[in-house]
């Protein structure tokens, strides 16, 4: 269970924490359940966003383009793009933006 305030399970040791307004959201994402044996399933969506990793490191994968990113790191996702996760340290820490606000979110 996440005692900080705000955050909600939304998977097996993954938590979110979201602020909206009107054309753009903010989501706090921690993963405390790694590293990741592999990535999570590709997806993609129709939102343009922006991740800036807080804390651990990850792999990101864009279109099968690998990026390995820390602490500190940001990297952009186009509308419509297939990408994916895969955790490489116990504990991440992600804050994603998404324009417009993604409402499968809320």
């Not at 279109?63 to 990113?69: A, Q, R």
Request: hydrophobic share 40%.
């Amino acid at each position: 269970m996440k005692d900080e305030a705000g955050f909600v399970e939304i998977a097996s040791g993954v938590f979110r924490k979201i602020a909206t307004m009107e054309h753009l959201m903010v989501a706090v994402i921690d993963f405390t359940g790694g590293p990741m044996k592999e990535p999570d399933p590709y997806h993609s969506h129709e939102h343009e966003q922006i991740t800036y990793v807080v804390s651990g490191r990850l792999k990101f994968i864009i279109e099968g383009e690998v990026s390995e990113l820390q602490a500190g790191d940001t990297i952009t996702i186009p509308s419509g793009k297939s990408h994916t996760i895969q955790t490489l340290t116990p504990e991440v820490r992600l804050v994603d933006s998404f324009s417009p606000i993604r409402e499968d979110f809320l």
